[in-house]
């Protein structure tokens, strides 16, 4: 499966001019189980970041997400994924670029279609695409404490 999108990273060079450092389609594809597919766009740690350096990010070793740093990843849901109801333990900030998803939460279900902007504060959740073409959307997940209800952590899983 490839995706059909450029990344183009920039920097500096050795004399401190913005540079492109990274002009690729990415390779580095993923996927956790049967319609589901996804690649890292780039990562950071710590805060605040440092821009140095000349090394592709992307490469880092990460789960859903990174402590202490973000993870800007693209994911590819097919018609009839199978269900992986999680928590993050993170703040996502994503875009739907294509298609479209339904996001069940404990409470209800929120309907997301190309161009809908989603901001999700560690919410257990499951993504389900209930029509004929795939959803493609970009997530930028930041690392967060976990979610405290009364004397209770919500803590992340899935």
């Known amino acids: 499966m490839e995706f059909p999108l450029r990344r183009v990273v920039t920097g500096h060079d050795a004399q401190g001019r913005a540079v492109v450092q990274i002009d690729d389609i990415p390779s580095n594809l993923v996927s956790k189980r049967p319609g589901h597919n996804s690649f890292v766009v780039w990562t950071t740690v710590g805060n605040p970041v440092d821009n140095t350096g000349t090394g592709d990010d992307a490469t880092r070793p990460v789960g859903t997400e990174l402590r202490n740093g973000s993870v800007f990843r693209i994911m590819k849901l ?20 294509s ?60």
């Open 78 to 97: 097919d018609p009839g994924v199978a269900p992986r109801p999680h928590r993050t333990a993170s703040i996502d900030y994503l875009i739907v670029l």
């Open 99 to 158: 298609g479209a998803v339904t996001m069940e939460l404990d409470e209800g279900s929120v309907d997301l279609r190309a161009g809908d902007l989603l901001v999700q504060r560690g919410t257990f959740h499951n993504w389900i695409v209930t029509g004929t073409e795939p959803c493609l959307m970009a997530v930028v997940l930041i690392d967060a404490k976990p979610v405290e209800v009364g004397e209770t952590t919500l803590g992340a899983f899935g």
